[in-house]
């Protein structure tokens, strides 16, 4: 049996339909609250009929009415049941028009409440379709830290999926992703070389990534980085560099030979794997230029 006030549940309920906006505003701002208190509370209002009356009011004009609607949601989502009652309520393309043009608290809400949908594959494909790429990576762009990192998180889940990928790199993500591996204090480093590896495994982010003369920053991560930094730098470096002299050439000149042995003894396993196999394309670069 749920432990949850249900009468009162129903009671904002009838509030969320109320002709007046403050009476609106205040009880979305309340079951916001009641949602993210417990796993019980999360049951009790789905069950109560309220997803789809939260998603109406993702279209409020009121900006703070539309932030208690999303991030109700937001909490609501944790809810694996719920994650299906959202999509099915027709949220997604809302939730979307919040993360374009919503307040910035809005906007960041917007953005996780993607992510927690997004743990499901096939929505990976309908948040792809219903443009939330470009407005995730203004987000990324312009976001507080928290937003940055919330974009982030729903761009590196969106782009397991191949459609995404592409999505991503023609909305012109390499640039700022490029921009935060420079920036070592920026705190994104993490991240852009997270989602960098996988939109590097697409050939459309390969290309674009290559475009980016990200080799002097790849290797120094290789040397410098964290473990799970010099795993991905590694990986990217592999995908640009198989069937591609001119950035094997790069690469060597740059020194990167004696960062990946070593990254190949005392790295991640995934880092070892892919330090070796760029180390067996230097190798064969080698005889092919000094047979």
Not at 134 to 144: E, F, K, R
Not at 172 to 182: E, H, T
Not at 249 to 257: I, P
């Amino acid at each position: 049996m749920n432990h949850c006030d249900r009468p009162a549940i129903h009671a904002l309920l009838q509030k969320l339909v109320d002709r007046n906006p403050e009476v609106q505003r205040a009880a979305a701002g309340e079951l916001r609250l009641l949602a993210k208190r417990n796993a019980d509370n999360r049951v009790c209002i789905a069950e109560a009929g309220a997803i789809p009356r939260l998603v109406e009011l993702l279209s409020s004009t009121d900006p703070r009415t539309q932030e208690h609607a999303v991030t109700a949601l937001l909490n609501l989502s944790i809810n694996e049941a719920n994650k299906g009652s959202i999509v099915n309520s027709g949220a997604i393309p809302d939730i979307v028009d919040v993360l374009r043009i919503g307040s910035m608290e809005g906007r960041e809400n917007a953005a996780a409440t993607l992510f927690s949908l997004s743990v499901i594959d096939e929505n990976k494909v309908k948040i792809g379709a219903a443009g939330a790429i470009p407005a995730l990576i203004d987000l990324l762009c312009q976001g507080t830290p928290r937003g940055k990192k919330d974009a982030a998180t729903a761009i590196f889940n969106l782009a397991i999926y191949q459609g995404n990928k592409v999505r991503a790199v023609r909305a012109g993500i390499v640039a700022p992703l490029m921009r935060f591996l420079k920036d070592a204090g920026g705190g994104m480093v993490d991240e852009a070389l997270a989602i960098l590896a996988i939109l590097a495994s697409h050939q459309e982010g390969k290309l674009a990534i290559g475009q980016a003369e990200p080799l002097p920053v790849l290797v120094e991560v290789i040397k410098t980085g964290s473990p799970r930094n010099r795993e991905n730098a590694a990986a990217i470096l592999w995908s640009l560099c198989t069937g591609d002299a001119q950035h094997l050439k790069a690469a060597r000149e740059l020194g990167v030979e004696e960062a990946l042995k070593e990254l190949s003894q005392n790295g991640t396993d995934r880092a070892k794997r892919k330090a070796g196999n760029v180390l067996e394309l230097l190798q064969r670069f080698e005889v092919a230029v000094n047979p």
